[in-house]
């Protein structure tokens, strides 16, 4: 490893980069050492670090073509196996830019700088024009240059949904909320890789109890206390404000009892699920969930010198993929404070939603103290559809 592979650290500043890789560098040589040794260590040993391995072999893949899905989302390593196989073999790239959505666990759209024909594809299969409508509303913001031409065939709509087949959060504490408020209205609730959301509310605990927790959203606080104040007073932390406020209320043996004790998707009424985890699925009708909403202060809240979003491309792109999961009725929920406050150009014709009078996030979450609630309303914003191809050919 190379001071060029320290990543850089969110809220530092690029002069201090090279301090900052001369501190680290050396642990982390220390760590590579660590997961090499094959007698065991005490880094624990994760499928990248298995893949990274492989690569540095430079394998070769016998095979006449070979298909890369999800282009948009690859990591360097994977990349430089894929392409070092282009002397023998045909090399196709599939994917789509505005649904970038994992750069947070270091993947990147690997197309831009990818050798090949583009081909490209912009009809939905999954849903017609009025989610096609919604979908090309955030890729506006984006700037996108595609936008999905909705299916003649199954007809959609947008609008409330009172008994929806998914509901769909941003962060896994804002789906906690979601799996304890359908839960209070008597609903059988499924959860998208419940696991996580398990181990999520276990590291909670071991804050609360007044121990350390090697959990990755959780490890820089070193108490409860002070995750409590990361989480009301810094806007960085706002996601994980649900979490707080659920392990104050209830407690954390509670809510992880309540994800462990969940039903089957097939046995369910509704399932709970986050954005990223939603990406490649789909159901008949979906509703945004709450924690999508911008916080008080947040520069979601302002617009450009042409009254759009002034929103983070990342969130955008998360919005795009999350809104085109419903095949036949659509309710923005969440997101749908964008429609309410920015003009929207670039849709098909369609009329952006009116403002409706939903309630407080807070409020829908049911009975979490007042003064709990008192100041907090927000989140913020999600995203799919087109297919952007691109191939390289080997031979005549």
């Given at each position: 490893?190379?001071?060029q592979?320290?990543?850089?650290?969110?809220?530092?500043?690029?002069?201090?980069?090279?301090?900052?890789?001369?501190?680290?560098?050396?642990?982390?040589?220390?760590?590579?050492?660590?997961l090499?040794?094959?007698?065991?260590?005490?880094?624990?040993?994760?499928p990248?670090?298995?893949?990274?391995?492989?690569?540095?072999?430079?394998p070769?893949?016998?095979?006449?073509?070979?298909?890369?899905?999800?282009?948009?989302?690859t990591?360097h390593?994977?990349?430089?196996?894929?392409?070092?196989?282009?002397?023998?073999?045909?090399?196709?790239m599939?994917?789509?830019?505005?649904?970038?959505?994992?750069?947070?666990?270091?993947?990147?759209?690997?197309?831009?700088?990818?050798?090949?024909?583009q081909?490209?594809?912009?009809?939905?299969?999954?849903?017609?024009?009025?989610?096609?409508?919604?979908a090309?509303?955030?890729?506006?913001?984006?700037?996108?240059?595609l936008?999905?031409?909705?299916?003649?065939?199954?007809?959609?709509?947008?609008?409330?949904?009172?008994?929806?087949?998914?509901?769909?959060?941003?962060?896994?504490?804002?789906?906690?909320?979601?799996?304890?408020?359908?839960?209070?209205?008597?609903?059988?609730?499924?959860?998208?890789?419940?696991?996580?959301?398990?181990?999520?509310?276990?590291?909670?605990?071991?804050?609360?109890?007044?121990?350390?927790?090697?959990?990755?959203?959780?490890?820089?606080?070193?108490?409860?206390?002070?995750?409590?104040?990361?989480?009301?007073?810094?806007?960085?932390?706002?996601?994980?404000?649900?979490?707080?406020?659920i392990?104050?209320?209830?407690?954390?043996?509670?809510?992880?009892?309540?994800?462990?004790?969940?039903?089957?998707?097939?046995?369910?009424?509704?399932?709970?699920?986050?954005?990223?985890?939603?990406?490649?699925?789909?159901?008949?009708?979906?509703?945004?969930?709450t924690?999508?909403?911008p916080?008080p202060?947040?520069?979601?809240?302002?617009?450009?010198?042409n009254?759009?979003?002034?929103?983070?491309?990342?969130?955008?792109?998360?919005?795009?993929?999350?809104?085109?999961r419903a095949?036949?009725?659509?309710?923005?929920?969440?997101?749908?404070?964008?429609?309410?406050?920015?003009s929207?150009p670039?849709?098909?014709?369609?009329?952006?939603?009116?403002?409706?009078?939903?309630?407080?996030?807070?409020?829908?979450?049911?009975?979490?103290?007042?003064?709990?609630?008192?100041?907090?309303?927000?989140?913020?914003?999600?995203?799919?559809?087109?297919?952007?191809?691109?191939?390289?050919?080997?031979?005549p």
């Open positions: 490893m190379l001071a592979h320290v990543p850089k650290l969110r809220g530092l500043s690029d002069a201090y980069h090279p301090d900052l890789a001369r501190l680290v560098l050396p642990y982390a040589q220390r760590a590579g050492s660590d090499q040794n094959p007698h065991g260590g005490a880094v624990r040993f994760e990248d670090h298995y893949l990274e391995i492989w690569a540095l072999t430079e070769v893949i016998r095979a006449d073509f070979l298909l890369l899905e999800e282009g948009q989302d990591n390593v994977l990349e430089k196996v894929f392409t070092a196989q282009r002397d023998h073999a045909q090399l196709i599939v994917g789509d830019s505005a649904q970038a959505i994992y750069g947070w666990r270091g993947a990147y759209d690997v197309m831009t700088d990818f050798d090949g024909v081909l490209t594809l912009t009809q939905s299969f999954r849903f017609g024009r009025a989610v096609a409508d919604e090309n509303r955030r890729l506006t913001i984006l700037a996108a240059p936008r999905p031409k909705g299916a003649p065939a199954p007809h959609s709509t947008v609008g409330p949904v009172d008994h929806p087949n998914a509901v769909l959060c941003r962060s896994n504490s804002g789906a906690i909320c979601e799996v304890l408020r359908l839960l209070r209205n008597n609903k059988r609730v499924a959860m998208a890789g419940g696991e996580a959301l398990v181990k999520l509310t276990v590291a909670a605990g071991q804050l609360k109890a007044s121990r350390r927790t090697s959990h990755p959203e959780l490890c820089l606080s070193t108490s409860w206390e002070e995750l409590h104040e990361y989480a009301t007073s810094d806007p960085a932390g706002g996601d994980l404000l649900p979490l707080v406020d392990v104050d209320e209830y407690g954390p043996d509670l809510v992880v009892a309540v994800v462990r004790n969940l039903h089957p998707e097939h046995a369910a009424d509704v399932v709970v699920s986050t954005g990223h985890k939603a990406k490649g699925r789909e159901w008949p009708t979906a509703t945004i969930g924690d999508f909403e916080r202060g947040s520069k979601n809240n302002s617009g450009d010198s009254g759009q979003p002034d929103l983070d491309p990342a969130e955008a792109r998360l919005a795009y993929v999350t809104v085109t095949r036949e009725r659509l309710d923005l929920g969440g997101l749908s404070w964008i429609n309410h406050r920015f929207a670039g849709t098909t014709d369609g009329p952006v939603i009116p403002p409706d009078a939903s309630p407080s996030p807070w409020d829908r979450l049911g009975p979490l103290s007042a003064d709990r609630r008192s100041d907090r309303e927000g989140r913020r914003p999600g995203v799919v559809s087109p297919f952007r191809r691109r191939r390289r050919r080997s031979g």
